[in-house]
T-cell receptor, first 110, second 113 residues
Framework: EDQVTQSPEALRLQEGESSSLNCSYT??????LFWYRQDPGKGPEFLFT???AGEEKEKERLKATLTKKESFLHITAPKPEDSATYLC???????????FGRGTSLIVHP | DSGVTQTPKHLITATGQRVTLRCSPR?????VYWYQQSLDQGLQFLIQ???????AKGNILERFSAQQFPDLHSELNLSSLELGDSALYFC????????????FGPGTRLTVT
């Protein structure tokens, strides 16, 4: 059974204070690792897909990286509008259906 | 805007009742997924349809059922509702059968009283 653990559960940053969110996973044959952003009361918004170790993707202040055991979402010089819950999900060879982590709640103070 | 629509946005009903949630996927997407999200459980996969056929089943209760119609919209039916069914229900769509990014709708907030 696929497992996804995200840490920390919650993170508070000052505007401009860079940091990283962690997603550790256990799967039998990774097909894809996904990052989503979710604002309160809204549906998750797709950010990135990573397929193999060493892969990196960037979008504005966000950069996602992938190793064989974990993924990091690096946030560079965050702004208050980056405040949201960030969800990580994995899809494996055993099932096409992604397994989601519980998320990291990020608050960026001005 | 993800392109996925869900109706209604909010639903308040009593225990024992039955409700239907509706979802229209993004144009061109063939897969529809249903998820339940509650504070204590996180995002839980319920069921997936691909081009009208059931493709995968998750932790979906027997009181819940779904279908995908020829125009690819989907409905999730929840019956004999219990207080514990109160949650956000999300529909997502994707182009293929799986292992690709999903686009989520705005959700339906169900409150069972």
């Amino acid at each position: 059974e696929d497992q996804v653990t995200q840490s920390p559960e919650a993170l508070r940053l000052q505007e401009g204070e860079s940091s990283s969110l962690n997603c550790s996973y256990t799967v039998s044959g990774l097909r894809g690792l996904f990052w989503y952003r979710q604002d309160p009361g809204k549906g998750p918004e797709f950010l990135f897909t990573l397929y193999s170790a060493g892969e990196e993707k960037e979008k504005e202040r966000l950069k996602a990286t992938l190793t064989k055991k974990e993924s990091f979402l690096h946030i560079t010089a965050p702004k208050p509008e980056d405040s949201a819950t960030y969800l990580c999900a994995v899809s494996s060879g055993g099932s096409y259906i992604p397994t989601f982590g519980r998320g990291t709640s990020l608050i960026v103070h001005p | 805007d993800s392109g996925v629509t869900q109706t209604p946005k909010h639903l308040i009903t009593a225990t024992g009742q039955r409700v239907t949630l509706r979802c229209s996927p993004r144009s061109g997407d063939l897969s529809v997924y249903w998820y339940q999200q509650s504070l204590d459980q996180g995002l839980q996969f319920l069921i997936q349809y691909y081009n009208g056929e059931e493709r995968a089943k998750g932790n979906i209760l027997e009181r819940f059922s779904a279908q995908q119609f020829p125009d690819l919209h989907s409905e999730l039916n929840l019956s004999s509702l219990e207080l514990g069914d109160s949650a956000l229900y999300f529909c997502a769509s994707s182009l293929g059968q799986g292992a690709d990014e999903q686009y989520f709708g705005p959700g339906t907030r169900l409150t069972v009283t």
